[in-house]
Nanobody
């Protein structure tokens, strides 16, 4: 069984920074990609950032230059450094990962962590 556990959300003032973490655990053969989605109230979930096995990254236009996605050497923990936060970044942030196990390859999501940007 695979689990993704997020941490690091909270309340921050506009212009501030937060760092989200997400750790994958379980009977994992390999992790093909990890990333972050977010969903604001009344809006559709959107992809924020993705990092693949090669280290290549991809960002939503709305966060380019402000957010940085990275991972640890073991490849099982992904981070999202969020800088210059804006009120429109307020959302529940979900970690996601494409993981291979003995049962095959599937997409997994964490439980979500709330990020609120407000003065």
């Amino acid at each position: 069984q695979v689990q993704l556990v997020e941490s690091g959300g909270g309340l921050v003032q506009p212009g501030g920074s937060l760092r989200l973490s997400c750790a994958a655990s379980g009977r994992i053969f390999s992790i093909n990609a990890m990333g972050w989605d977010r969903q604001a109230p009344g809006k559709q979930r959107e992809s924020v950032a993705t990092i693949i096995t090669s280290g290549s990254t991809n960002y939503a236009d709305s966060v380019k230059g402000r957010f940085i996605i990275s991972r640890d050497n073991a490849g099982k923990t992904v981070y999202l450094q969020m800088n210059s936060l804006k009120p429109e970044d307020t959302a529940v942030y979900y970690c996601n990962s494409r993981i291979s196990t003995s049962l095959g390859t599937s997409d997994y999501w964490g439980q979500g962590t709330q990020v609120t940007v407000s003065s």
